[in-house]
Each structure stands twice: as structure tokens, then as C-alpha cells.
């Protein structure tokens, strides 16, 4: 599989340029601002993207929205409940494809109401609701500390400790991880009550 990490922006923003081979349908995942390396990736590996996919609707993860579009046609991708009115709309659970890649979704909220993971091919974009070593913050518009404790002490600590964590900021000791080195060593995925991951968000 291709798979280009580009980190750009002033908050150190990771967008993924993903595809089963050079010069193969494929995607971009959270364009950020600054999108010249990120178009170049797509160039110099020919890849013809049908989709830009959206973990949450922050500035920092569809700035590059436009400019990947009107390079490449691609439709944008995002789950239905946020304010952007993506092209194709998602769901928890649903399912999609960029030729023969495909891409399971899950509902995240907490970050964002809109919060997704991308699941696909051994990994998973985890936009702002994993990073390496910590998660999102729930104290910005839209946050919701009893969600995300769902949606990270239910779903990710669920998920196969396989899967290689692409997560949206270049915030963690190294670039990428693992659900299972997260889950033995990120402190937020330790398994806490409702009423202790509260006071633990407020500490």
C-alpha cells in the first residue's frame, strides 16, 4: 500500500495521501493548510483521488479541501452530522470504496459531534481523538467529555491492537503507533468510570 504522511500547518497537522499503489485510485485524508507537498505526493505518485476524507470539521483538517479538490475532482467525505455538507455523507459502521480500498467508519464523538475514525488497510486515522501518547481535548466548541469517554473507553480500546494509529497532529514521540502500544501506554485509554475520566479531563 502507498501511504504518504505529510505534516503541514502551524499546528504540525499530519494529511495522509493513501492508495494501493502509485498511480491507483486513493485518497487524502484531512487536508490542512499549506497543500503544495500534499498535491506533489499526489503528482509525483500519479494517484487518482476519488475521495478527501474528513476525521471532524476544525479548520486545520479541511483547509486543503478546496485546493485538493480542484486538483483532482475528489468528492469530500465526512460524517453527516457536521456543518460542512460533505459530498458523501457517513455513518458509524458504514462502509465505502476508492477502488480496491476500502474504508470502514466509526463514530467518535467527543472532540467534535462529528468525530470519525477512517478504518483501512491495517490502519486507522484517528484525526484529533488519538494521538500518540494523548487524546483530543473536549473543551473547545462542540466538545463533549461524556461522549469521548464512550467513544474512547468503548470504541478505540475495541478496535484490533494491530492497527497502525495515523493520528492528526505530530503531537506524540514518534509519527504513527499502534492501538495496542496506545492502549498499554497512553494514559487517557486506562480504564476509568464516567465520573473519574470527568475529573481526570478537569485535572
Known amino acids: 500500500m502507498l501511504l504518504d504522511q505529510v505534516q ?3 499546528l504540525l497537522n499530519f494529511t495522509y495521501v493513501v492508495a494501493e499503489r502509485d498511480g491507483g485510485p486513493g485518497v487524502v485524508i484531512d487536508p490542512s493548510y ?5 498535491l506533489a505526493a499526489i503528482d509525483a ?15 486545520d483538517h479541511t483547509a486543503g ?30 462502509t465505502f470504496r476508492a477502488g480496491p480500498l476500502e474504508i470502514r467508519v466509526v463514530h467518535v464523538p467527543g472532540h467534535t459531534p ?21 487524546v483530543g481535548r473536549t473543551d473547545l466548541p462542540g466538545g463533549d467529555p461524556r461522549a469521548f469517554h464512550d467513544s474512547l473507553l468503548r470504541k478505540v480500546v475495541a478496535l484490533d491492537d494491530a492497527l497502525v494509529v495515523l493520528p492528526g497532529h505530530d503531537y506524540g514521540p514518534t509519527p504513527t503507533s499502534t492501538i495496542g502500544r496506545e492502549k498499554r501506554e497512553n494514559y487517557a485509554l486506562q480504564p476509568r468510570t464516567v465520573d473519574e475520566f470527568l475529573r481526570f479531563l478537569a485535572e
Open 65 to 94: 479541501n478546496r485546493a485538493v479538490r480542484e486538483r483532482t475532482g475528489a468528492k469530500i467525505v465526512a460524517h453527516r452530522s457536521t456543518p460542512e455538507a460533505p459530498d458523501l455523507p457517513v455513518d458509524d459502521g458504514g
Open 8 to 10: 503541514n500547518g502551524p
Open 45 to 59: 505518485r500519479r494517484v487518482k483521488v476519488a475521495y478527501i476524507l474528513n476525521t471532524h470539521s476544525h479548520a
Open 114 to 134: 462529528d468525530s470519525v475514525l477512517y478504518i483501512f488497510s491495517g490502519h486507522v486515522a484517528t484525526g484529533d481523538t488519538l494521538f500518540v501518547g494523548e
Open 34 to 38: 499549506g497543500t503544495d507537498e500534499v
